[in-house]
């Protein structure tokens, strides 16, 4: 069983606007509103390829269902890796010193 990508990036595009959204825990997304004509829809997340569909014009459509989409994992193989080490800082503790002030 293939495990959901909650927190992807989902995008919707048309010839005049763009609409953005992300899956949610259950991997579910929705639009609230998605203008008539053909859109294009593009799916991404860290570690995985991008996901492009063209949509047909959905216009006899209320709901518009997907299938299930599949990303596949995407390696990318480093080739160097520079770590950076700064100084610690140094702290020093002062003595502080109560004064009784208070004229008893």
Do not use: C, W
């Not at 990036?9 to 992300?22: C, I, M, Q």
């Not at 825990?25 to 294009?40: D, H, L, R, T, Y």
């Not at 994992?73 to 503790?93: A, D």
Request: charged share 20%.
């Amino acid at each position: 069983m293939q495990n959901g990508i909650s927190g992807a990036s989902v995008h919707l595009y048309t010839s005049k606007d763009s609409l953005n959204s992300g899956t949610d825990k259950n991997e579910n997304f929705s639009f609230g509103s998605v203008p008539k004509g053909q859109v294009e829809l593009i799916v991404s997340s860290l570690g995985f390829q991008t996901y492009k569909q063209e949509l047909e014009d959905r216009r006899s459509h209320k709901v518009y269902g997907l299938p299930a989409i599949i990303l596949q994992s995407k390696s990318q193989l480093l080739t160097e890796v520079n770590i950076k080490v700064h100084s610690p800082i140094r702290m020093t503790i002062a003595k502080l010193q109560i004064i009784d002030d208070y004229g008893d």
